[in-house]
């Protein structure tokens, strides 16, 4: 390739490269060759010990963790904490983007307590700033709420997740997709405290106009849990037609 003939083969630039490759692999629903894309880029870039090397261990970590592999995944989720750490400082928006790496892990294997533990560390870090990422500060809301409904404490999720949605809006640009998920979450919390047409408003929300012909694979999952809600509410005709059209 152009770049291993101008540069090192060990070179850092070839790393990131791999780095790249990783998340666009990723993306495309391509985990385990996201994954091998992580690994050669961390065995390249780790004797740097720079913020790249925090970002492509933090990188690795979390598709370990998608994967199951916990351990493996805290391994390389400390790794890059501590870089950032050292490098940013422990009150640093990237340590901050790290503990919530590390949270996740824990939450994905439902230790449920020591997820908490660093969501809020990471709030407070944000805080403490006036950081200005919101996205990362509403991913972290959250990965915060998900707690909340996990403990039946749904008022705190509602609001959690509320602020999530007016932090991340705060954005002029932002993921739709992160956008829809907490919204997603919110319309689920309103499920389970009964309050199914604030529910049914979000869905709709995020869909748009349910009637258009607009039954894509980003949005099957929304209307997959549109459908079960007015099944669940006894409007059969209206969950019929949702079920038919995504078939």
Do not use: C, W
Not at 144 to 161: H, K, P, Q, S
């Amino acid at each position: 390739s152009i770049k291993k003939k101008i540069y090192e083969p060990n070179a850092e630039e070839i790393a990131l490269t791999y780095n790249d490759l990783g998340i666009m692999s990723y993306r495309l629903g391509e985990i385990y060759k996201s994954l091998e894309y992580f690994l050669k880029s961390s065995e390249i870039i780790k004797k740097y010990k720079n913020e790249n090397t925090a970002e492509v261990f933090n990188n690795l970590g979390s598709i370990y963790t998608e994967l199951g592999f916990f351990k493996k995944a805290d391994s390389f989720l400390q790794k890059g904490s501590e870089i950032n750490k050292r490098i940013f400082g422990v009150d640093s928006d990237n340590y901050a983007i790290s503990l919530n790496y590390i949270g996740k892990n824990y939450v994905v294997q439902e230790i449920f307590s020591e997820g908490k533990k660093y969501f809020n560390e990471a709030l407070n870090i944000f805080n403490k700033n006036n950081s200005k990422d919101y996205e990362n500060i509403s991913v972290v809301l959250q990965n915060l709420g998900y707690i909340y409904i996990y403990d039946g404490e749904y008022d705190e999720a509602v609001n959690t997740f509320l602020k999530a949605i007016e932090t991340l809006e705060k954005n002029k640009e932002f993921e739709l997709e992160i956008f829809n998920t907490i919204k997603n979450n919110l319309a689920l919390t309103y499920i389970y405290q009964g309050k199914y047409k604030k529910a049914e408003l979000i869905y709709l929300e995020i869909l748009e106009d349910p009637k258009k012909d607009s039954f894509n694979i980003e949005n099957l999952s929304y209307f997959s849990n549109l459908a079960l809600l007015y099944n669940h509410l006894g409007s059969y005709v209206k969950a019929e037609k949702i079920h038919l059209n995504i078939l």
